[in-house]
């Protein structure tokens, strides 16, 4: 799967949380997780790619209740940093974070979670994560990387353990730049069409995640809903990463528009400290 550095992870959480925000009276996460804990016991959810935790800080505290987490991730570096991020995101909220044998346990106001990661290469291990305890699987940012041949592979697991599945921060093709210029119509195209490169994977779902994911779980005897977390983007380092990463996609994507698009580059990052950026996200929770 292609690598995402723990920078690039760090700079886009807060716009993913103020995004999420949004979508977190529509999907009523802490209900749905009181109806779904056994005779009160803590509930099991397991988060596929999970980066540096940043699903969880974004979960827990609305799951409430006591939880049990199992983080599965393939990068290494991603991992050792985790425990780390999540101690110091603890700290930071006046919260208590206590290492022990089997990983970390974190206790907030309202809830608590003890909290394991493994090492687990999902593009080709998918047989060896433990989903067969797993109340609620999700992920953040990964649906959109995955192959429609990965995701009905996942379907399986998911039906056997009788899961609600919450897939968030999936892109979904919507991009509009306040001021517009001519061209960006068609770099968003050729961004567009690199977002469905294989990223390990197989040939990626891209823009078409939401819809596809929500009408194979509906056919799977899933409950779907969605709601909308975009991204509103004003401040300018994240501006400019954003024109950086859709031109460097946009010139590997077709190599022989190279000079349209540079010229695009130039002309955004001119105009960025007073332009404005959305970017369409979904929130996908279905439940059997």
Not at 136 to 155: I, N
Not at 235 to 251: C, F, K, N, V, Y
Request: charged fraction near 20%.
């Amino acid at each position: 799967m292609t690598g995402f550095s723990t920078e690039w992870l760090a700079m886009r959480e807060p716009f993913d949380l103020a995004a999420r925000a949004e979508s977190a009276a529509m999907l009523d996460l802490h209900g749905m997780a009181a109806r779904m804990r056994r005779d009160g016991q803590a509930l099991d959810v397991l988060d596929l790619a999970c980066g540096t935790g940043a699903n969880l800080r974004a979960l827990a505290p609305r799951l409430g209740g006591a939880q049990r987490w199992l983080l599965v991730d393939h990068d290494p570096q991603l991992l050792s940093a985790l425990p780390g991020v999540l101690a110091a995101w603890s700290r930071a909220a006046g919260w208590v974070a206590s290492t022990h044998a089997e990983g970390l346990r974190i206790e907030g106001p309202h809830w608590h979670a003890d909290v394991r990661w493994r090492r687990i290469d999902l593009a080709r291990e998918l047989d060896s994560v433990p989903f067969a305890d797993a109340q609620l699987v999700t992920a953040a940012a990964l649906l959109d990387l995955v192959s429609a041949s990965w995701f009905d592979a996942l379907l399986g697991p998911l039906r056997r353990a009788g899961a609600a599945v919450l897939f968030a921060l999936s892109v979904d093709g919507r991009i509009a730049w306040d001021p517009a210029l001519d061209e960006d119509e068609a770099v968003h195209a050729l961004f567009a069409a690199h977002q469905r490169r294989d990223k390990g994977f197989g040939p990626a779902l891209g823009i078409d995640a939401p819809a596809w994911a929500a009408t194979r779980l509906e056919a799977a005897g899933y409950g779907v809903t969605q709601s909308r977390s975009d991204w509103c983007i004003e401040d300018l380092p994240m501006l400019q990463a954003m024109i950086e990463g859709m031109a460097a996609a946009a010139l590997e994507q077709e190599p022989g528009s190279v000079a349209r698009v540079l010229a695009w580059r130039a002309q955004r990052l001119a105009l960025a400290p007073r332009s404005q950026l959305r970017v369409g996200h979904v929130e996908l929770l279905a439940r059997p």
